[in-house]
């Protein structure tokens, strides 16, 4: 770590620093992740931490309900649903007297740093409890309560929030705590549903949650490729009945066996009248006598264990969160911690509740477009998609191109593939080409394994894993001259490769190959798909959430498995060849002690060290507060190729031999399963809206390089790589990506990831030194909401 570095997080002391966290509103899948980063990263500082049980009601009720935590408290809180620290709303804190209350109980504890984890109301009743602070204190003052050197001692409150709320309605951030759990428990029904509606040939009209925010249907819809979306941010216009149930009558003609119709709570049409999925049944029903049935999701959406990208986002903001409170100063204005594509930020709270205020305000005065704008980037993305997805129109309506654009998958499987599939197929096709699947990688392209496919060929694609089409590890090296041949014969214009670093290589050679073979001068452009998440030039990679999610299940499984017995230690091996993302964000997301990684070289002093760190904490945590399973085991990650010596095997046998009356061992190997099953909504939805994006930029590039008759394109710019920067999707010509490529070990010379392992760490109670350096600093919304065309498709 930086010299630097180093001396600025030595001054962020927290010693005689109190900190309270209390959460409020609704419950949120990921709350107690974020509880669980603060009360360790603040207990990590030299703080003391508080829980507030009950939210605003237990500030105001004071007594048991402020209780100081432990390091222990939090421990196996990670996979809970809910709030553990409970949850309640307080009428008698939005009063005057009420405050005067909570303040008095804070202050008998010494606590002068708040961190909230709740929605806009919690959060705008945080800042005004802060601005009436020292008014609250004259008074507690004035009536005896306190004596001078309480006040002075608490002279100032310090507020840092979180989102939680499974709406995702809070402008600032890309997405708050449990929207994604809630998203896996939209999708896990509608996968249920399809299979009974598929049987019966019915529709089934699903009532999702959002309040007045239609994010959750809109991403549910674009996830499960629904037939019709209503949203409170894009109410239909007149005449929406017929033009609804015409699109069913084609469906059903084109047979297919089921509709899927999903409706956000908070649905109107353009006149401010509400949508009930009733109101649709009886619709359908009566003029197209479909059997249709209605299914209201309700709560069930708030429940369960939170998915592997909340653990993640809330553990990360809960350190965020104990950063910023150490920083705050007099004069620093109450923030928020965001999420902005994939780094923690932080943001003046007020404004923040502002522009979500303004949201409501422009759909009262029916500004819908102005509505969804405020929503923010990535909202806009999704609507954007989602319309280019759901506007089939009739052959004489769509542009001719005469253009034929192909598109594959290379590499191993990833869940989320054919949901790419499926969006470049349709976008193409309403984009006027002539779309082409090739089955089997390379491999199939050379033997002509080539067909034209068209919209109704992948119907039903989004919730399907693995590769439809097929897909092999082959390079196109040994036979180019054949895969050149295939594309005269033909007449391919354009090559759209979805996958892995396979992929990324073939790409590589194909455009290596543009003087030799005239046929590869068409635009071409590649789509990251991987579990590995190991490709340069993009942050993420279709795949890569759901192996997260395996990753996460398979240990709360063996947790539960473990459950009343001795104490015990799991060595859990994960996918990635040589690359360490999987082994350090699944570590993170199952609250991992250990991650071994090749990207972080560790020797036999550092297996040893592991291995003494968990026997101490083994005989000093055999009762912990808040034992939701009584699970006493603990979980050590190692990637599959991290040292060629130190195995699996001998990790196993060294920790099982040195805890020797302490603890046993175990070992998974979790293998291929990494790789199977449904895609996860994160999945479905980005591998659909950046093949969309691919293809957009395929008709661009065919449209600019179509001269004297024919398509000709060889500049270094028509063979890119389509990866996720931060929060903005970007090409990148591959030949420019070379020298970011470790070719030996297949990985990105640079990961941003393993900014996230002393994160880790320090939960893990290690004594390690968080990198913050690119923590972040106090900014203005608008800054961190570019308008530039490619920004942010963060889900």
Known sequence: MRQDTRKFFENLSGAGKSIAVLTSGGDAQGMNAAVRAVVRMGIYVGAKVYFIHEGYQGMVDGGDNIKEATWESVSSMLQVGGTVIGSARCKE????????KAAHNLVQHGITNLCVIGGDGSLTGANLFREEWSGLLDELLQQGLINEEAARSNSELHIVGMVGSIDNDFCGTDMT?????????????VDAIMTTAQSHQRTFVLEVMGRHCGYLALVSALACGADWVFIPEMPPEDGWEDNMCQKLSENRADKKRLNIIIVAEGAIDCHNKAITPDYIKDLVVRNLGFDTRVTILGHVQRGGTPSAFDRILASRMGVEAVLALLEASANTPACVVSLVGNQAVRLPLMECVQMTQEVQKAMDEKKFDEAVRLRGRSFENNLTTYRLLSNRKADSELPNSSFNVAVMNVGAPA??????????????????????????????FYKGQIREIKWGDVGGWTGQGGSLLGTKRTLPGKHLDKIAEQMRVHNINALLVIGGFEAYVGLLELSASREKYHEFCVPMVMVPATVSNNIPGSDLSIGSDTALNAITDTCDRIKQSASGTKRRVFIIETMGGYCGYLATVGGLAAGADTVYIYEEPFDIRDLQANVQ???????TTIQRGLVLSGFNGNVCFRNENSNENFTTDFIYQLYTEEGRGVFDCRKNILGHMQQGGAPSPFDRNFGTKISAKAIQWITRTLKDSFKGGRVFANSEDTACLLGMRRRALVFQPVSQLRDETDFVHRIPKEQWWLKLRPLMKILAKYKTSYDVSDSGQLEHVTRVRPKESNTSSAI
């Open 93 to 100: 804190f939005r009063t005057h007297e009420g405050r005067l």
């Open 177 to 189: 705590i449990g929207t994604d759990s809630a998203l896996h428990r939209i999708i896990e029904v």
């Open 415 to 444: 869940a989320g593939m054919n949901a790419a599939v499926r969006s470049a197929v349709r976008v193409g096709i309403t984009e006027g080409h002539k779309m082409f699947a090739v089955s089997d990688g390379f491999e199939g």
């Open 613 to 619: 760190h968990l026997t101490e904490k083994m005989k």
